[in-house]
């Protein structure tokens, strides 16, 4: 055989090789996050991190932990940074994470269907001075304060107050329409001031502003909140939760009534008839 007939014999080979050989492409995650460590004990914190492969305008990330018991343990949600990342962080002392065992901390983007999860361990000593706090049947445990309420149309799945948004927020499981819930704020626990004077609280169903009646007194303000089927989330957006973050917290609220107004208006002029 000539030399001519050996290279094309071995061009051709080389050409059935890379016909047949698999190729690994790339594949975006739609939803991705990490924690920096897999174990903590009951004085940790866990940094979440994550990243979105296709950025959404104006849809948040909600950060939801479930503990060994699948009991919800807090919900968070974050804006997406530019670069489709995000971040937030847990303190594993508090009292809702007093068990020992596997933690989901699950990411969902805007729909349900797009989602990841993580889990982590903790491990090692309950600290004695995590203690449960009892509330009666007709209140809410929103982290060891409680606050009492009634509901119709659904069943409160759980609650806790962030210091972050001065706001209380209510996990439900809704299947009925025309819910309603009905709660005795404390204004030791959760107020809206301006100024010394009340201002009004703002409202979120599902992340959307909602309605609301209000009752007001000197020790408390009453609150009835109505909801459709399917809601999954009720928050209620103060000026300041214990422990009071004064002046700041009345910018933060400030700054988020703004923003949200724009949006708002932006919505509104996006749906506008063109002639």
Not at 70 to 77: A, E, G, I, K, W
Not at 254 to 270: D, E, G, K, P, T
């Amino acid at each position: 055989m000539n030399n001519h007939a050996t290279y094309l014999l071995a061009a051709l080979a080389s050409i059935g090789m890379l016909t047949v050989s698999p190729v690994f492409a790339a594949v975006d995650t739609p939803v991705s996050i990490w924690t920096d460590m897999k174990t903590y004990d009951h004085n940790s914190v866990i940094t979440v991190q994550g990243k979105v492969a296709n950025i959404r305008p104006g849809v948040d990330i909600t950060i939801r932990v479930t503990n060994p018991l699948n009991n919800v343990v807090t919900v968070d949600q974050l804006k997406v940074n530019s670069d489709g990342t995000f971040q937030t962080t847990f303190n594993t002392s508090g009292l809702l994470w007093k068990l020992n065992g596997p933690y989901v901390i699950k990411a969902t983007y805007g729909t349900q269907e797009v989602n990841n999860k993580v889990i982590v361990e903790l491990t090692g000593e309950i600290p004695s001075v995590i203690q449960e706090t009892a509330c009666n049947e007709n209140e809410l445990n929103a982290s060891g304060q409680c606050i009492p309420y009634s509901i119709s149309g659904a069943m409160v799945t759980g609650a806790r107050l962030s210091t972050g948004t001065t706001s209380l927020i209510i996990e439900l499981d809704a299947n009925n329409d025309g819910g309603t819930i009905s709660l005795d704020l404390p204004r030791s626990v959760i107020d809206a001031k301006m100024g010394g004077t009340d201002d009004q609280f703002f409202v979120l169903v599902n992340g959307e502003e909602a309605n609301f009646d209000e009752t007001p007194s000197s020790g408390t303000r009453s609150l009835s909140i109505m909801f459709p089927a399917g809601t999954e989330e009720i928050e209620i957006i103060g000026t300041f939760v214990v422990p009071e973050f004064g002046t700041i917290a009345v910018m933060i609220l400030a700054v988020a009534i703004i923003s949200i107004i724009v949006v708002s208006a932006r919505s509104r002029l996006n749906v506008l008839p063109k002639y």
